[in-house]
C-alpha cells in the first residue's frame, strides 16, 4: 500500500510535539502553472481580442508523509485554480472555461482545493492495516487492479481499509471501501471538475507458497462491487441493492519445473446487474498463463490467455478513464492507436505473445525478436471492423550499452487481417533512442517514433505520426530538450502551433540541489494515446506555457 513515491527526500524529526515526536516528516510540493492557448474563436472577437479564450491554469499537489518505527501517516492535498478564463459581452459575465460543475460545492467558481488522499498504516507484528486511501491488485491484475498509474494521470484509490497478514509461507490481504478518483489533474485539463461517483469493492486474497519442496505457490482471491451511477443519497444504500458484480479466480506459480518458471490463472466473471452483462448472458472469464524458458541460445517469455466478456467489469468506470481491472494487454504499447485500443479492450479475445532475448557473446548488446498473434471476435464498443479479426505483429529490436553509451531500436509490422473484406488495417512503426555521456558530466540524448497506419476501409483516412526530442544534459544541472512532433491523423483533438500537423516545442530544467527541479516548457505537443502497464488513457495536446517547480524536504 502505497500513496507516495518520494525520492531524493530528506526527513526531519518532530520534536517537542508531544505524540509526534517520534515521527519524521518527509514530503513534497509540486507546482505547476501553465498559459493555454486555443484555437477557439468568439464572433465579434476575432480582431480585437484573438486570444479571447486562452487562460492560465495553475495546480499544486502536495504530499507530505509522517514515519515512525511502526506507524505511517499520509497525506495529499491538492489545488487548481482559474485565471483569465472570463470576459463581459453585452454587460454579462461570461466563462470561456468552467473550472467546477454543480456536483462540486466550493466558495470560489475559479478555485478549488481538496485532500485527495489521506492514509494510516500501522505495522502490528506480522499484521498491516492501512485505513483510508488504500491499493492493492490480485494476480496479475485481472481481478482487481487498483494501483497508481501517475505515468497516464491515474490514481484512483479505494477510501476504506486494508488488511494484510504475512506469514513464513503464505499471506492474505482484505480490502474494502469505496473508490476514490483523483479530482485534479496533473496533466490533463481540469475542466468542469465533477464530483466522482463512488463505486463500493471488497476483495480478498490468500496467497500459499512453498509447496512442494518450495517450488509451488498458489492464490485464490475474490472481489464483489456495487457500482454506482447517481450521487443522490449515500453510497451505502447502493449495498442493500446487492452487489453488482463478483470475480472469483486461482492462480499458480511453479519455478523450475523441467527448467522452466510457470504462471497461470483463471478468474470467473459474473455480472448481477443486468445493464453489464453482455449478449451471452451474466458470466465471463478469463484465462491467462505464461512461462519464462532459459536456454543457451535466448531467454523466451511466452504468454497466451484467452478473455470473454471480462472488461464489462470496467463498464462504469471507464466513463472516468480508469478501470478496476485489468488484465495482461499482449500488445506493444508504444505505438497503441485508436484501432489497436479496441482489441486492448475487447470483450472476446484469444491471443499469444513469443518474446525471445537473444544471448550474444557482446554482454553490451541485447537484441529480442518478439511476436503477437490475436483473434479478436468483439465487434462492439470501439470497434470500427464489422467482421471479426486475426492480428499478426512481429516486432524486433535492439538495445546496445557500451560504456557510455546506450542504442536502442525498435521496430515492427502489425496487419488486422478481417474475415470479410479485402481490405485490412495495417501499422509500421519505428522508435529509437541514442544517449552519449560528454565531458565535463554533459550528455546528449536523441529519441524518436513514427508510425504509419492504413485503415483498412473507405471512411478512414491514413494517417502519419511522429514524435522526436533532442536533449543536451549541461552539467548536473540543466538539461535543454526540443520537441517536434507531426501528424496527419484527422481524429486527433489538436492542432499544431506552427502548421496543423507540425508541432514543436523547447523545455529547460534546472536542478539547484537534489531536491528542488525548475522546469520551463513553451510549444506545442500533440494528443493522444497514452499506455502503461495495460492501462490506456487518451491524453489531450497543449499549446502554450508550462512553469513547473518541484521541492523534496
Known sequence: MILLFLTNAFSEPLYGLGDLSSFSMSGRSDFRIRYRMTDRKEPFFEESNPRLHDHIEQIEKYNLLLDSKNTKIRLQFDQVSFMLNKYILDDELKYSW????????????????????????????????????????????IALNVIQNTKVDIDTSIRGLLLNYGADDWDWTAISGFTNKQQIQRFNPNLAINQDVPHFVAGTEWKQYGLLDGMVSVGAHTVFSAFGDTLEGSPLLRLEEGFDSSITGVDMEIGGLWDIDWYFEGDLFH???????????????????????????????????????????????????????????????????????????????????????????????????????????????????????????????????????????????RQDRRDEGSLHDQLFHLDAEFSKE????????????????????????????????????????????????????????????????LYGAFE??????????????????????RCSGGQCRILPGFSGLEFAYRKDF
Open 98 to 141: 468552467d473550472l467546477l460543475d454543480n456536483t462540486i460545492d466550493s466558495p470560489f467558481n475559479d478555485l478549488y482545493w481538496t485532500i485527495e488522499k489521506f492514509t494510516v498504516e500501522h505495522q502490528a507484528g506480522r499484521l498491516n492495516i492501512g485505513l483510508g486511501d488504500v491499493y492493492s491488485s490480485f494476480g496479475r491484475g
Open 271 to 413: 455480472y448481477a446487474e443486468t445493464n453489464m452483462q453482455g449478449p451471452d448472458g451474466p458470466w465471463g472469464h478469463t484465462l491467462y498463463g505464461s512461462a519464462s524458458i532459459y536456454t543457451d541460445q535466448a531467454i523466451f517469455l511466452i504468454e497466451a490467455k484467452h478473455s470473454k466478456d471480462s472488461e464489462r467489469i470496467n463498464s462504469y468506470t471507464y466513463a472516468d478513464q480508469w478501470e478496476i481491472a485489468t488484465p495482461p494487454s499482449l500488445e506493444y504499447e508504444r505505438v497503441i492507436t485508436e484501432d489497436s485500443a479496441a482489441a486492448v479492450n475487447s470483450n472476446d479475445v484469444t491471443g499469444l505473445r513469443i518474446n525471445a532475448d537473444i544471448i550474444v557473446p557482446d554482454p553490451a548488446l541485447k537484441p529480442y525478436v518478439a511476436l503477437t498473434l490475436l483473434r479478436d471476435r468483439d465487434l462492439t464498443g470501439l470497434h470500427f471492423n464489422t467482421s471479426p479479426e486475426t492480428i499478426f505483429h512481429p516486432v524486433a529490436g535492439f538495445k546496445y550499452m557500451p560504456s557510455g553509451v546506450l542504442i536502442m531500436l525498435n521496430g515492427g509490422y
Open 438 to 501: 560528454l565531458p565535463g558530466d554533459n550528455g546528449i540524448e536523441f529519441n524518436v517514433s513514427m508510425w504509419n497506419f492504413l485503415w483498412g476501409d473507405e471512411t478512414h483516412y491514413d494517417f502519419l505520426e511522429m514524435q522526436n526530442a533532442l536533449v543536451w544534459r549541461r552539467g548536473e544541472h540543466w538539461d535543454f530538450t526540443i520537441y517536434q512532433d507531426w501528424s496527419n491523423n484527422t481524429q486527433l483533438t489538436s492542432v499544431g502551433n506552427f502548421t496543423r500537423e
Open 508 to 529: 529547460t530544467k534546472y536542478r539547484p540541489t537534489d531536491e528542488e527541479e525548475l522546469r520551463l516548457l513553451i510549444g506545442a505537443y500533440k494528443a493522444g494515446i
